[in-house]
């Protein structure tokens, strides 16, 4: 399964601010850290900010940050917004698998979006902060070979 870029980029903003939580962040530091270009990621700062996930600051000295805790951030709200996602919920065909493969598909689509509303930015957060701690680790023990 595959994401969209704009979806991607939301994602990769929200763990970014969330990543610093005591400031401000700008779109050119998080255009720089993460190879996103700045005005397609003002347009996802923007939707965000619309969407009460992130507060902007205009102006000089302005930036931006999480609007609420990243534990009260479900996944599904960004997903959700940026992606078009659709479903069948026709059951009634008369060929042979009419009834069978949407039933599947209905299933699969239900467990994938409960998925994302069981998952928080802060779940993300901790998952990015493990994987860097042992990749620090990793780094460490070859520097001392």
Known sequence: MRIN???DYAIRTLLFAGTHPSRLVTVKEVAEAQRISENHLMK??????KLDLLHTI???GGGFKLAKPATQIKVSEVVLQFEKMTHSTDAERSYIGGY???YVMDKAYSLFIDS????T???LLII???????NDVYEKSRSRT
């Open 100 to 102: 069978a493969i949407p």
């Open 116 to 119: 994302l509303h069981s998952t």
């Open 128 to 134: 990015e902060s493990q994987k860097n701690n042992k």
């Open 58 to 60: 205009c102006g000089r």
């Open 5 to 7: 870029v704009s979806t």
């Open 121 to 123: 930015l802060n779940d």
């Open 44 to 49: 996802i700062v923007w939707i965000l900010s």
